[in-house]
């Protein structure tokens, strides 16, 4: 027979789990490959890894159009250097609905290598 410190702990367990689940929330329209978690908190939206390699992607655009602007590339280069970038944020995407709304440390150094590459071609 549980005792009352037993149900106590139980209970409280219990809550502490329902209470982790509920930092995400299931999107209102399932996806192929099931619910979608979405970010709740500030935090979840703009986890410091995610932030880093978005704020890259979005220097790299504007590094793109600055150059397209002062005539250093053609309009052509700027469309494969911006789809190039579209890939890779598309792939962040992905890696961070795959864990939670975050992006791992290995998943990060591989998105910045990728983005290094496009860095590369830019200006040349």
């Given at each position: 027979m549980f005792t009352s410190s037993t149900r106590f702990l139980t209970l409280a367990a219990m809550a502490v789990a329902v209470a982790s689940v509920?930092?995400?929330a299931l999107?209102?329209?399932p996806t192929?490959?099931?619910?979608?978690?979405?970010p709740v908190t500030k935090w979840q939206?703009?986890?410091?890894?995610?932030?880093?390699v978005n704020s890259r992607l979005n220097t790299q655009n504007k590094r793109i159009q600055a150059e397209v602007k002062d005539g250093q590339i053609g309009k052509k280069q700027a469309a494969a250097l911006h789809t190039e970038d579209h890939q890779i944020r598309t792939e962040e995407r992905d890696m961070a609905?795959?864990?939670?709304?975050h992006i791992t440390t290995q998943e990060q150094k591989t998105l910045n290598q990728q983005e290094n590459a496009v860095s590369g071609q830019i200006g040349k």
């Open positions: 509920g930092g995400y999107a209102d329209t192929p490959a099931g619910p979608v978690l979405t939206a703009e986890h410091p890894r995610r932030t880093q609905s795959q864990n939670n709304t």
